[in-house]
């Protein structure tokens, strides 16, 4: 199965942030492979295709971190683009605010899949909702002008009290997600 470890969001934040791609894809259907409301989450962890064996180790990892951990608040707010100084734009996202105890889950998510043989982040992580990836940047001037019109905006804010292993099953029309298992942040 292709898997990955993430935060789900409140559907109220989905609604928001689903109104507000639709909005930018009125600007622009052609050039950007836009988000559906299913596909908004906040990833902590890709670990690509694995066997049921390595998904049963991935289990026992991720409840042996999230049953100590507390809940924590999500803070969605403003915009911007991956990579960040560059004409070759290829993603669009959502800021989420840099709260120490979810970079703390990623962190510990992150060294314990590394135990289990998956390559560890050579990055930072900064937190994101991918709103759209980039086709071709030849026409993103409009969109661009936009997301830059709310790189300050405030989408919302929950609390994180579940984390999520997900499989993502690639069809022609895009990702399927389904629920694998879900980890309380007690």
């Given amino acids: 199965m292709r898997a ?3 935060i789900d969001l409140d559907p109220a934040i989905k609604a928001t942030l689903a109104d507000f791609i639709r909005r930018l894809r009125k600007i622009n259907d052609r050039d950007v492979s836009w988000s559906g409301p299913e596909g908004l989450h906040l990833t902590l962890k890709f670990l690509g295709e694995i066997s049921e064996a390595k998904a049963a180790e991935v289990r026992r ?3 042996s971190i999230t049953a100590p951990a507390g ?4 803070v969605l707010k403003g915009t911007g683009v991956f990579p960040s100084n560059s004409k070759f734009i290829r993603v669009l996202w959502a ?3 840099e709260q120490p105890t979810l970079m703390n889950l990623h962190r510990e998510i992150d060294f314990a899949m590394g135990r289990l043989s ?3 982040e050579s990055h930072p992580f ?3 909702l991918t709103l759209g990836r980039v086709r071709t940047a ?3 001037h409009d969109v661009l002008d936009e997301m830059d019109r709310h790189k300050y905006s405030d989408f919302g804010q929950m609390t994180a009290a579940k984390v999520t292993l997900f499989e993502s099953r690639l069809q022609p029309t895009g990702a399927v997600y389904r629920i694998v298992e879900e980890f309380p942040l007690a």
């Fill in 4 to 6: 990955f470890i993430a």
């Fill in 61 to 63: 990892a991720v409840a």
């Fill in 71 to 74: 809940r924590f608040p999500l």
């Fill in 95 to 97: 800021g989420i605010f």
């Fill in 118 to 120: 998956f390559i560890t």
């Fill in 126 to 128: 900064h937190p994101h």
């Fill in 138 to 140: 030849l026409r993103l």
